[in-house]
């Protein structure tokens, strides 16, 4: 498990992520922000995907009632809730 995060680094590994496996018909609008179901980029099953992505490679568990569009809509969102969730294993 990562316990020490640079929020850059988790930004780009879910960008280098969401770009290999969604469309994204030009890379360079993809912003922190940018809502990725709003945008068409992810849909639910996308949702389901992003979801492994995130256990597979932060080594943390997203429970159900944590699949939120806070925590998953957006690469800001995703960096933030995989960080607040490996800080909190880090402090067990």
Do not use: W
């Not at 943390?60 to 925590?71: A, C, F, M, Q, R």
């Amino acid at each position: 498990m990562t316990l020490a995060l640079a929020p850059d680094r988790c930004k780009e590994q879910i960008r280098a992520f969401l770009t290999s496996n969604f469309y994204i018909s030009d890379v360079k609008t993809l912003e922190d922000d940018t809502s990725l179901l709003d945008q068409g980029i992810i849909d639910s099953t996308g949702v389901l995907e992003v979801v492994g992505f995130i256990e597979t490679t932060f080594g943390i568990v997203v429970d159900d009632s944590e699949i939120l569009p806070e925590n998953l809509d957006s690469i800001r969102g995703m960096a933030h809730y995989i960080a607040s969730k490996v800080h909190a294993a880090a402090d067990t």
